[in-house]
């Protein structure tokens, strides 16, 4: 079962540079998240999307974008990467919005 | 909107001792709950969960969770601990919406020998 699975695992970036961090899952769930970690602060919503087609803004969704293509797939795209974008982003996804979440291992994002 | 509250940034606790994370949430209905465990470098796997019911939930692990509505909290415990339990444990509610989850900020669980 590979359930969320979430690439890269690693990654350093210059100021100013972009990237898309990957996410699949495999399970047939409608609604997929993105959230990122902070130290001491929990995890906060970045976008989510409940169905192909549809994504809305989380609570800190600056400086990030997301598409939902397809009911598998959630990439989260990084247009000009700066500092206070270092973190752990993890994506997750759920059958419905009220149920328990499958979490990815996570991509630890480092820019410098 | 909803929010959660971990009071407790580090708990230090010995190996075979009894262990209660504390977890208190604001929701203005009956809310989804969950006790989330993160061990170093890795994802979040779930523990337990209440939507209704019996207020005290069972989860994986040996842990287990006492819903209170009168206090606001859903306590996490378990009856003795192994070193094995040491990691960061998070607490998150889910309303009506599909917006998923709101996390409390952890607590970090440590394990003496």
């Known amino acids: 079962n590979a359930g969320v699975t979430q690439t890269p695992k690693f990654r350093i970036l210059k100021i100013g540079q972009s990237m898309t961090l990957q996410c699949a899952q495999d399970?047939?769930?409608?609604?997929m998240y993105w959230y990122r970690q902070d130290p001491g602060m929990g995890l906060k919503l970045i976008y989510y999307?409940?169905?192909?087609?549809?994504?809305d803004k989380g609570e800190v969704p600056n400086g990030y974008n997301v598409s939902r293509s397809t009911t598998e797939d959630f990439p989260l795209r990084l247009e000009l990467a700066a500092p206070s974008q270092t973190s752990v982003y993890f994506c997750?996804?759920?059958?419905?919005?009220?149920?328990?979440?499958?979490f990815g291992q996570g991509t630890r994002l480092t820019v410098v | 909107a909803q929010s959660v509250t971990q009071p407790d940034i580090h708990i230090t606790v010995s190996e075979g001792a009894s262990l209660e994370l504390r977890c208190n949430y604001s929701?203005?209905?009956?809310?989804?709950l969950f006790w989330y465990v993160q061990s170093p470098g890795q994802g979040l796997q779930l523990l337990l969960k209440?939507?209704?019911?019996?207020?005290l939930v069972q989860g994986i692990k040996g842990f287990e969770a006492e819903f209170k509505r009168s206090q606001s909290s859903f306590n996490l415990r378990k009856p003795a601990v192994h070193w094995s339990d040491a990691a960061e444990y998070f607490c998150?509610?889910?309303?009506?919406?599909?917006?998923?989850?709101?996390f409390g900020k952890g607590t970090h669980l440590i394990i003496q020998p």
């Open positions: 998150a509610v889910v309303g009506g919406g599909a917006d998923g989850l709101t």
């Open positions: 997750a996804s759920s059958l419905e919005g009220a149920l328990e979440a499958f």
């Open positions: 209440y939507f209704s019911g019996d207020t």
């Open positions: 399970m047939n769930h409608n609604y």
């Open positions: 929701y203005g209905a009956t809310p989804y």
């Open positions: 999307s409940v169905g192909a087609g549809i994504t």
